[in-house]
Structures are given as structure tokens and as C-alpha cells.
């Protein structure tokens, strides 16, 4: 098994920024693809960012590109969501979720899951 741990989530004003920590253990971190999902109120949980084992290869939802950078550190087991400019639309749970193999954004294809870290932005 591979347990996640979300934090960083807090409340901002629009236009601030936060950084969000995913750290892992149980299992060998730097085989899986990490990803980052959000849910919003009353809403479906989506596709925000990922990034391959090797850090190589990052995605974004077009709503956040230009706004938010994956990385990760494979030495400290952790993955990161650095978010900028942030818009109160971009208020949810952030959940950060691993698989292994290819990249999907496809929220059920990934295998493991943090409990969430809330973000809210105010207006």
C-alpha cells in the first residue's frame, strides 16, 4: 500500500498563492505517476496536474495551466502543487492520488488517495 498525505491547503484572497505537499510512504514513490485532483462543492472531482516517476513529464487541466507547477522530490517521497494567481473559482478539496504506469487524468484510474486538503480563495 501506498499512504498519502496532504498539506498546505488554507485560505487565500484571489490573486495569492500556496503551495501544496503530498508526502507518500509504504512503498517505493518514485515508480508512480503522482497526481493532483480537486473536488469542488456540489461538484465532480477533476483532473488539475501530474507528473511522471522521473519528474520529466508534467500535465495540466487548462484551467490551471500557466497557474500552477508539479514537481516532485523523490529523495523526501514528496510531490508538490505550487499554485499562483489564484481565482475563487479554484476554491476545493485538493486531493493528491499515484498510480503506476501511464499518465491518465482519468480520476478512476488512479490507485491510491490522500485524505484532502482544503483550499479556499476569497474574493
Known amino acids: 500500500q501506498l499512504q498519502l498525505v496532504e498539506s498546505g491547503g488554507r485560505l487565500v484572497q484571489a490573486g495569492g498563492s500556496l503551495r501544496l505537499s503530498c508526502a507518500a510512504s509504504g512503498r517505493t514513490f518514485n515508480s508512480y505517476f503522482m497526481g493532483w485532483f480537486r473536488q469542488a462543492p456540489g461538484k465532480e472531482r477533476e483532473f488539475v496536474s501530474a507528473?511522471?516517476?522521473?519528474?520529466?513529464?508534467?500535465y495540466y487541466a487548462d484551467s490551471v495551466k500557466g497557474r500552477f507547477t508539479i514537481s516532485r522530490d523523490n529523495v523526501k517521497n514528496t510531490v508538490y502543487l505550487q499554485m499562483n494567481s489564484l481565482k475563487p473559482e479554484d476554491t476545493a478539496v485538493y486531493y493528491c492520488a499515484a498510480r503506476r504506469f501511464q499518465y491518465t487524468d482519468k480520476v478512476w484510474d488512479y490507485n491510491y488517495w490522500g485524505q484532502g486538503t482544503q483550499v479556499t480563495v476569497s474574493s
Open positions: 507528473i511522471r516517476w522521473s519528474g520529466s513529464n508534467t
